[in-house]
């Protein structure tokens, strides 16, 4: 029988269990991966995934090394109101994008998302649990799942034209620029009326 808990002395448990969490998100997806089966696949105790990360969205969070925590993101968007809320979210999205150096992992998830099912799988489960679909409830306008699907259309179409095909004048506008020109369609996704 295997021994779980905490390795002795500075043993990577951490990066061990993101290392176990990565590969059954990307794998399973979101709701399929517990973190008792990521415990056990890093050979800890499932104390101590809740210990470093806090819960399982924390961990999903965390294995896809974002550079914010959206269950802070997503109310702080919502605190000023519905709105103003599609050009607050332009403005934000391409805060972080262009905040970050290189744009890191999550430029390389975005490219991957296009051609391997496990970086698609993150991808969705980051943009509809996480941020799309809590933006869409909280906008209040009713059937959120539909109205997360069409602001990814947007926010997923903008990242893909400025920041893996460069294309121009979009690639390099300013947020304020942007905001005023895709900002109306995004709000128009969370509080218009639907014709399905």
């Not at 690639?171 to 109306?184: C, F, K």
């Amino acid at each position: 029988m295997s021994r779980v808990g905490r390795r002795p002395g500075d043993s990577g448990t951490r990066q061990a269990i993101l290392s176990a969490a990565k590969e059954a998100f990307g794998t399973q997806g979101y709701g399929a991966t517990s973190l008792r089966a990521v415990a056990r696949t890093a050979g800890v105790d499932p104390a101590l995934v809740t210990h470093f990360f806090g819960s399982k969205d924390g961990l999903f969070t965390a294995a896809l090394e974002l550079p914010l925590d959206p269950g802070t993101l997503v109310p702080a968007l919502l605190a000023e109101g519905v709105d103003g809320l599609g050009e607050r979210i332009v403005r934000t999205f391409l805060g972080v994008w262009d905040g970050t150096p290189g744009q890191g992992p999550m430029l390389a998830m975005l490219r991957s998302a296009v051609s391997h099912e496990d970086s698609a799988t993150m991808l969705r489960g980051l943009l509809q649990r996480l941020i799309l679909r809590p933006l869409a409830a909280g906008a209040g306008a009713g059937d959120p799942d539909l109205r997360a699907a069409l602001l990814a259309t947007q926010v997923v179409g903008l990242a893909v034209i400025r920041y893996v095909l460069r294309l121009e004048p979009v690639a390099s506008a300013t947020a304020d620029e942007l905001a005023p020109l895709v900002g109306p369609t995004l709000q128009r996704y969370l509080t218009g009326p639907l014709v399905t």
